[in-house]
């Protein structure tokens, strides 16, 4: 099962990983930014650093890169401890958020600069230069400065520049922030091609979850220096850890209750929320009246006007509001006890008129293997 | 909606007036025939003349001269190394002591300045002349260059030089190559301040210098003190012009650098 | 604020060290020697002081110190007096500068933005003159037979000349003449960046011009308006050429006091000891100056 193994190396124990963090805590005086993390990013990979502001995530980065040295632990970088190497001297490039281009130079010199650090022959820089231009599609730019050019221009020339010394890891700090929304999604299939292309190792920190679904092979899920959850997007958004998790990743409704048991179709749960018994099919062991959640994805609520023809896992209630997006229809339905639950379908039909609209009693209902436990 | 009234305008007309109208009374003294400043006694530029006659006047001219260069190029230099440590190089012991010390020579009075300077010379029994002049222009010079070079340094991105450091250039190449670039016209905007004020010192010139190295001012200011003569004018309107056609330059080599 | 990461040990030191040298050297050290000296006394000798450590028979050197210097300073009248008239003309001049000063920087902050830096560069200009020449170009316009005589008995607004020159009037026209720019200058970069919205909003909410001017304008232009009065006052204290070329023998300033005691007295410790007390009424509104420039930076 090799292929499987090249395609998700960490799940095969005798890949060594690329990059390992091991045990890194760094302190800014009192503040504690990054706690005792360790990870192992594996060489090809498309691997995010994601979560909310202050989390720490750019702090891992620029330790990557060498801006910032770790209080404790170390870093390996294929198998060399790189913690104490100074950032020139690493063989990382990094993808500033502001770019950081020099406004003193034209487009090709500072894809050149690099190259010219490494002193090597001017025929070859120019080569690789050219090279670059065409990978971002910047050749006819090659002569401007920075200030003529718009800004996902500019955002090319900062890849082309960082990609120039074809580096072992490439770190991008929140790269697409400043695009709209369009160019934000077309250069991220861009990024894409390029990584596979080039077959580098890419690190990239952002906010933007749905940007982190888009390109990332894993997803490092942080919250204020540690990270709560390290998986492949699919694994992150269907089995998160905890409700955090879920909750941070799309939209998510949670049944509170307490466990009731276990019986062949999976573990009971008697829910506050749903006033009902309510199942799910995955196996949790845990102590009775113990207090745990359901938790559901709104897509995966089947919501209809008539009753479904189910033994379980079925709630009434009242459509409270719609959102219309068009491709889909999101209706908060309020339960009998008040709670508000989301659901949301593909209009897979064409109709001008709402099928479904205010004020309608409507059924609830999901499949058991829809919902997962969450003990926390 | 900033509203420009018409006391607005009236203010800044009878600022300018009163910032201005002693300077051209002056230039206008410069050409006139007679020697008493209140009567016109015709256009003439005699005194230009004698000016050129006046080898005391030129001596003091060059001197001046030796010393705004050579304290503006060093002082341009300490200046910038001071404005960059101020703003980049965090805490570091005894940053109190050099941040006071870069901020109160530009308050103290001169006097102080050229007391304590000259003291010092004699105390090491430095003989006092154009090295000592130059020294103390230096000195006080550096401290503006620090300040203009500080304000800059506060405004620019350090992501430009991580940048730098990332694609393999050293520390010490990438202030080269990167940052003094950028902010050259901060470090020449220093050095034309440092050059204006080593060509207008009076007081710390007068207490540093020696015999032999007598400098612009300090001749004006023996010469003011016998008398009001329109060759004072003359060698003022000189040093008037001179240092308007820098300004105004030195504006639009600004205004273009920002345009390009 | 990120530090330059690369220069770590002896390079950082270097680059710290070499203004620090400098300035510790050629700043501090002379003052240190300022202070030794006004503990000495004249002699005529070169130099024209006792030295402070007598060396004699015995190992360690005795320090001769003499606080005469200083008492006489105290003790007599005419010095009281020169601190006390500095001070009270550098207050009056700083606050004739800034009423002056703030109503131009207004109207420059005010005006349509294309013109601003030409205005500024208006401002500029005499700044970069030489000082002693505008204060000599004052000189011609306030003698007895001045221009400015010359122009009022013209106009017949008066009949006898006014006698302006060589007295306090002056000396207050030519320091605020001189530094003029050095309040209009701060004063500038901070009403330029204020929210003019911030007035709009005031008069929406009832507020009148004039109260919305010191209630909102005024105290948003505070730090402006104290370094610019910095920038004027404590120099000023110390101002030697203005009141020497256009004050009169009444006009007491310590600058020039100074100066006579140094040059025309040749009596140096007596001089230091003028200048280390000026230094000590200063250093209060220095140091103020230096912590409100660093704040500003951070």
Redesign the interface.
């Known amino acids: 099962m090799t292929e499987i193994s090249t395609i998700e190396p960490w799940t095969d124990s005798s890949q060594k990983a690329y990059i390992e963090i091991k045990n890194v805590t760094k302190k800014f005086g009192d503040f504690t930014a990054i706690d005792n993390l360790s990870l192992d990013i594996y060489k090809n990979e498309f691997f995010s650093l994601l979560g909310p502001s202050g989390c720490g995530k750019t702090t891992l980065l620029r330790m990557l890169a060498g801006f910032e040295k770790p209080t404790e632990g170390t870093i390996l970088l294929d198998g060399e401890d790189i913690s104490q190497v100074p950032p020139h001297l690493r063989p990382i490039n990094m993808m500033f958020q502001s770019y950081a281009l020099f406004p003193h130079m034209s487009v090709e010199k500072n894809i050149a600069f690099g190259l010219k650090q490494d002193k090597l022959p001017k025929n070859e820089i120019n080569d690789r230069v050219e090279e670059m231009l065409e990978l971002v599609q910047l050749t006819e730019f090659a002569k401007r400065k920075p200030d003529q050019l718009s800004g996902g221009q500019r955002q090319r020339v900062a890849l082309g520049r960082s990609l120039a010394k074809r580096p072992k890891l490439l770190l991008l700090d929140e790269p697409l922030g400043a695009l709209d929304k369009r160019l934000r999604e077309q250069t991220q299939f861009e990024l894409m091609n390029i990584q596979e292309k080039l077959g580098v190792t890419f690190v990239i920190v952002t906010h933007d979850q749905e940007e982190a679904m888009t390109v990332s092979s894993r997803i490092g899920l942080m919250d204020t220096g540690y990270l709560t959850q390290v998986a492949t997007p699919t694994e992150i958004y269907e089995a998160p850890v905890n409700r955090d998790v879920a909750d941070f990743i799309g939209d998510v409704n949670f049944l509170e209750g307490t466990y009731k048991g276990k019986n062949e179709t999976g573990t009971q749960l008697d829910s506050d929320d749903a006033k009902c018994v309510v199942y799910a099919t995955q196996v949790t062991a845990a102590d009775i009246g113990r207090k745990l959640w359901f938790a559901i994805r709104p897509e995966k609520l089947e919501i209809s006007k008539r009753k479904p023809d189910f033994e379980h896992n079925i709630l009434k209630g009242k459509i409270e509001d719609i959102s219309y997006t068009g491709s889909m229809s999101t209706y908060h339905v309020k339960l009998a006890n008040g709670k508000v639950l989301t659901a949301c379908r593909a209009n897979r039909e064409r109709s001008v008129e709402h099928q479904l609209t205010w004020e309608d009693e409507v059924y609830l209902h999901w499949l058991p293997h829809s919902a997962i436990v969450l003990q926390s | ?5 018409a ?3 009236t ?2 007309l009878l ?2 007036a ?3 109208i ?2 051209i ?2 230039v206008v ?1 410069s050409f006139n025939e007679s020697k ?3 009567v016109w006694g015709g256009f003439s530029t005699k005194w230009y003349g004698e000016l050129m006659n006046n080898q005391s006047i030129k001596d003091a001219a060059w001197v001046t001269a030796k010393v705004a260069f050579t304290s503006s190029t060093i002082a341009t230099l ?2 910038t ?2 404005g ?7 805490r ?1 012991r ?1 940053r109190t002591l ?16 050229g ?3 000259l ?2 010379f ?2 090491l029994s430095i003989d006092r002349g154009v090295m000592t002049v130059t ?2 222009h ?2 006080f010079s ?1 401290c503006y260059v ?2 203009v070079v ?2 800059r340094m ?1 405004s620019y ?19 080269f190559l ?1 940052t003094l ?2 902010i050259l016209p901060a470090v020449i905007s220093g050095w034309l301040l440092s050059f ?1 004020l080593s ?2 010192d ?2 710390i010139a007068s ?1 540093t210098s020696g015999p032999g190295s007598t400098t612009l ?1 300090m001749k ?2 023996s010469m ?1 003190r016998l008398g ?1 003569t329109p060759e ?1 004018n003359a060698v ?1 309107t000189i ?2 012009g001179l ?2 056609i ?3 330059t030195g ?1 639009f080599i600004g ?1 273009k650098q920002k345009t390009n | 604020m990120n530090k330059i990461k690369g220069f770590r040990g002896i390079g950082r030191t270097a680059v710290i060290g070499i203004p620090y040298l400098w300035l510790s050297v050629l700043f501090l050290l002379p003052f240190l020697i300022v202070l030794k000296i006004s503990f000495a006394e004249p002699i005529i000798a070169i130099p024209p002081y006792t030295s402070l450590l007598q060396w004699g028979d015995s190992f360690w050197p005795t320090i001769k110190a003499s606080f005469d210097g200083y008492l006489f300073i105290l003790e007599d009248s005419l010095y009281v007096n020169a601190y006390l008239s500095s001070l009270k003309i550098a207050t009056i001049s700083t606050l004739i500068a800034l009423v002056v000063g703030y109503s131009i920087a207004y109207s420059i902050a005010k005006a349509p933005r294309r013109w601003r830096g030409v205005l500024l560069m208006l401002v500029i200009l005499p700044f970069w003159t030489s000082f002693l020449i505008r204060v000599y170009a004052w000189i011609g316009i306030l003698k007895t037979e001045g221009l400015l005589n010359l122009l009022l008995l013209s106009l017949g607004v008066i009949d006898k000349p006014l006698t302006i020159m060589n007295t306090d009037l002056a000396v207050y026209i030519g320091i605020v003449y001189s530094y003029l720019p050095f309040m209009i200058l701060p004063l500038y970069a901070n009403l330029e960046k204020m929210d003019f919205s911030l007035l709009e909003a005031a008069a929406d909410l009832g507020c009148r011009p004039f109260k919305t001017f010191w209630t909102v304008t005024i105290p948003l232009s505070l730090p402006g308006i104290l370094a610019g009065c910095f920038l004027v006052f404590i120099p000023v204290v110390g101002e030697f050429v203005i009141p020497d070329l256009l004050g009169g023998t009444q006009t007491l300033m310590i600058g020039k006091v100074l100066w006579l005691e140094f040059f025309n007295n040749r009596d140096w410790p007596l001089a230091s000891a003028v200048a280390i007390i000026l230094l000590a009424i200063l250093i209060v509104p220095i140091m103020y100056y230096q912590k409100t420039q660093e704040k500003a930076i951070s």
Do not use: H, W
């Open positions: 909606m900033k509203r420009f009234t006391f607005n305008m203010t800044l600022g300018f009163f910032l201005y002693p300077i009374i002056l003294f008493l400043v209140t300490l200046g190394i001071a960059l440590v101020m703003t980049k190089f965090g570091f005894g050099f941040s006071g010390m870069i901020y109160a020579p530009m308050v103290m009075p001169e006097v102080i300045i007391l304590s300077l003291l010092m004699v105390a020294l103390a230096i000195t550096m620090a300040v500080q304000s506060s991105d350090d992501s430009i030089n991580e940048a730098a450091l990332d694609l393999g250039c050293t520390p010490f190449k990438t202030f990167i670039p950028i204006t060509l207008d009076l007081v207490f001012p004006i200011y003011v009001v004072i003022s040093l008037v240092v308007a820098g300004v105004v504006s205004k």
